[in-house]
């Protein structure tokens, strides 16, 4: 039976999936891993991929290969997001993939990211015909996409990330409410522009009773994982969780509150 890896190479983490056919349309993992590499730590203001994430993430794309043909995949498909889209050496980065991990690495615009994550979305989670907005928050850019059962009436991608915002607002350990409350400045103002600019039916689509509003990614996962209390994780539980909006100001409260050595242990 035939067994595709996919690798997504992220503003903060490296993510490897094998799969094989499941019989019905889809593929079922049968291996996934990742790991953390912050290859967009540093990129900005210069736009520069640095030395160090560049190297952490060489070798995590070599370690992902050996284990994508450990486990019988013959092919391997490499996508790079925010950091490596943005990026003004990006070429060379891509260079040094091909010579030293033996992997074409392709570096997708922002809505081509959204639509990626839509397909793996609709295969995680039952969406039923909608409408309902997806949000997939990165390392370097979040994306909007807006759909109404098959059809994407609209995506959008900002320059709003957990690592672009961190690095540019939070410099100390717990975060100051200060700097808190500019991170919440500067994203009530993207999202306010989003909302009235770049999704212009997402007006009328909230006000559809039915609107189902789905995120993903570590962010999202990591708050659903917290508030069940899963140890390890299991993202078979934490797909399709139920996250209130009280919930997640509550977890988001305590969160900031703690210093980075706590919250590293939860």
């Given at each position: 039976?035939?067994?595709?890896?996919?690798?997504?190479?992220?503003?903060?983490?490296?993510?490897?999936?094998?799969?094989?056919?499941?019989?019905?349309?889809?593929?079922?993992?049968?291996?996934?891993?990742?790991?953390?590499?912050?290859?967009?730590?540093?990129?900005?203001?210069?736009?520069?991929?640095?030395?160090?994430?560049i190297?952490?993430?060489?070798?995590?794309?070599r370690?992902?290969?050996?284990?994508?043909e450990?486990?019988?995949?013959?092919?391997?498909?490499?996508?790079?997001?925010?950091?490596?889209?943005?990026?003004?050496?990006?070429?060379?980065?891509?260079?040094?993939?091909?010579?030293?991990?033996?992997?074409?690495?392709?570096?997708?615009?922002?809505?081509?990211?959204?639509?990626?994550?839509?397909?793996?979305?609709?295969?995680?989670?039952?969406?039923?015909?909608?409408?309902?907005?997806?949000m997939?928050?990165?390392?370097?850019?979040?994306?909007?996409?807006?759909?109404?059962?098959?059809?994407?009436?609209?995506?959008?991608?900002?320059?709003l990330?957990?690592?672009?915002?961190?690095?540019?607002?939070?410099?100390?350990?717990?975060?100051?409410?200060?700097?808190?409350?500019?991170?919440?400045?500067?994203?009530a103002?993207?999202?306010?522009?989003?909302?009235?600019?770049?999704?212009?039916?997402?007006?009328?689509?909230?006000?559809?009773?039915?609107?189902?509003?789905?995120?993903?990614?570590?962010?999202?996962?990591?708050?659903?994982?917290?508030?069940?209390?899963?140890?390890?994780?299991?993202?078979?539980?934490?797909?399709?969780?139920?996250?209130?909006?009280?919930?997640?100001?509550?977890?988001c409260?305590?969160?900031?509150?703690?210093?980075?050595?706590?919250?590293?242990?939860?």
């Open positions: 039976m035939m067994r595709v890896a996919a690798i997504d190479l992220g503003t903060n983490t490296v993510r490897l999936v094998v799969g094989e056919p499941d019989g019905a349309g889809g593929f079922r993992p049968v291996f996934a891993a990742q790991e953390i590499t912050r290859l967009g730590q540093g990129l900005l203001p210069d736009r520069k991929l640095k030395p160090e994430p190297r952490r993430s060489l070798a995590a794309l370690r992902f290969r050996r284990a994508a450990s486990h019988a995949a013959t092919r391997i498909a490499v996508v790079g997001t925010s950091a490596l889209r943005e990026a003004t050496n990006r070429e060379a980065f891509l260079a040094l993939a091909r010579r030293e991990a033996g992997l074409e690495v392709r570096a997708v615009s922002g809505e081509e990211e959204a639509r990626l994550t839509l397909l793996g979305v609709r295969a995680a989670v039952p969406l039923g015909r909608g409408p309902w907005l997806l997939d928050i990165g390392g370097g850019s979040t994306e909007f996409l807006l759909a109404d059962g098959a059809e994407v009436r609209a995506t959008v991608s900002t320059g990330g957990a690592v672009t915002l961190t690095e540019a607002h939070l410099k100390a350990d717990p975060p100051l409410p200060g700097d808190l409350a500019a991170v919440r400045d500067v994203v103002s993207r999202v306010a522009r989003v909302r009235t600019r770049d999704l212009p039916d997402l007006v009328s689509a909230a006000l559809h009773p039915g609107l189902a509003f789905v995120g993903t990614a570590g962010t999202v996962t990591s708050l659903a994982a917290i508030d069940l209390a899963l140890d390890p994780y299991d993202p078979e539980r934490v797909n399709g969780h139920r996250l209130t909006r009280d919930r997640v100001a509550t977890l409260g305590e969160l900031a509150s703690l210093p980075l050595a706590r919250r590293r242990r939860i």
